[in-house]
């Protein structure tokens, strides 16, 4: 039997389903924290699309992105998570569907 | 290939958990269910890019996901005393079928996109390299008259086919001045300046696109001084500084390079976003002054 071997088209379908599951995430769930949590997947999808193209091209262009995508990620997660705080001071909830005033 | 069947195991199973996790995240009603599964999922990225040979990258994702946003997310969740009663009520959007579809759809045209990248055999040569081998690399040095080698080298002979698709790879990498600053060059080169290796070596890969084995590759016109030995050489030379440049990659040195040379900018402008992100945050999260009191 000849043996699978694992292409770039393996890890691009990995990702995408991860992608899209993180979509589901942010599209269908009330919770701003799992909407959140649900962007974070997607951003990771990402990264590995990025890493699966250096590996396969030997370049380490892809990786320097990971790495720039991981720093606004962590910068995203602070600052979303900090403004989730804010409004859950005010509002005492988390569901995205009450908190639809800018202003109160 | 025994080694084959490992990788793709070790593929599929770290492809299945993580998928199965990362539905735990979307599916679960718990936030602090959701975050742990979530580090779960980060984790099985972590692994694929081990697979993927990015071992300062599952680093980095260990220590940033698993670790710095984990504690974030569970300590915002358990900030929030969000109790059960709460969480239950909440009830899925009216269009959530919708979103559903709409997700599936992304999944199966990027997946689309992806296998019809792989298919199609024109696009294959440039867009999706055939990715080199280092085993090769390091049998074709071998071959070549190098004594020793770092890395193993592949056991089966080398067809004369493969050996000039070998070089070709090796003087192209040598075009780059990343592969360039790795080379001492020894006499004859040394005397022949920059600019006159580089004419060398375009000649030499003119000569190899040419059909015709590596052995009937002839000493151009323009360098009468160099004899055969000397092209042997240089091809060596080529091949040397391509394996270990491939050897290198995925490592915290040769992120590192390319981070402080080439990309230089962006890693400052990174830093700058960190700098005001960590002042946005702590004005964020201040309580204002009226306020003041717990909750």
Request: net charge positive; aromatic share 8%.
């Amino acid at each position: 039997m000849s043996p699978i071997v694992i292409g770039l088209d393996h890890f691009m379908a990995l990702s995408a389903i991860l992608f899209g599951i993180g979509m589901i995430g942010a599209l269908i769930r009330r919770n701003a924290i799992t909407v959140f949590m649900s962007i974070e997947l997607m951003l990771n999808s990402v990264n590995l699309a990025f890493a699966a193209f250096a590996y396969y091209r030997w370049d380490t262009t892809g990786q320097i992105f990971v790495f720039l995508v991981m720093v606004v990620a962590a910068c995203e997660v602070a600052a979303g998570l900090a403004i989730i705080l804010a409004l859950f001071r005010n509002k005492e909830t988390v569901n995205l569907d009450e908190l639809n005033v800018m202003r109160w | 290939m025994l080694t084959d069947w490992i990788y793709a195991m070790a593929f599929f199973l770290t492809a299945a958990a993580t998928v199965a996790s990362a539905l735990m995240v979307v599916l679960h009603r718990n936030p602090v269910i959701n975050a742990l599964y979530m580090v779960l999922s980060f984790f099985g990225v972590a692994v694929l890019y081990v697979l993927l040979e990015s071992h300062f990258l599952a680093a980095l994702q260990v220590l940033l996901y698993a670790g710095a946003v984990l504690v974030l997310f569970l300590i915002i969740v358990m900030l929030m005393r969000l109790d059960q009663e709460q969480l239950m009520k909440v009830k899925p959007k009216p269009g959530k079928a919708l979103a559903v579809a709409l997700a599936l759809g992304v999944i199966l045209i990027l997946i689309g996109v992806a296998h019809s990248l792989s298919q199609s055999s024109s696009r294959k040569a440039h867009f999706l390299i055939q990715r080199e081998q280092p085993e090769q690399l390091a049998a074709f040095l071998l071959e070549l008259g190098e004594k020793r080698v770092e890395g193993p080298a592949r056991r089966e002979p080398l067809s004369e086919a493969e050996k000039v698709q070998l070089a070709k790879q090796a003087l192209t990498a040598l075009g780059k001045a990343e592969t360039q600053a790795r080379v001492d060059w020894p006499e004859p080169f040394r005397g022949l300046g920059p600019e006159k290796i580089e004419t060398l070596r375009k000649t030499l890969l003119a000569g190899l696109n040419r059909p015709g084995t590596l052995a009937q590759l002839s000493v151009p016109p323009q360098f009468k001084e160099l004899s055969r030995a000397d092209i042997a050489a240089f091809i060596r030379i080529a091949a040397r500084a391509r394996l270990a440049q491939l050897e290198e990659f995925g490592t915290t040195a040769a992120v590192g390079r390319e981070l402080f040379s080439r990309y230089l900018l962006p890693f400052e402008a990174a830093s700058i976003l960190l700098l005001a992100a960590i002042v946005g945050v702590l004005l964020l999260a201040r309580r204002s002054p009226g306020e003041g009191g717990s909750r």
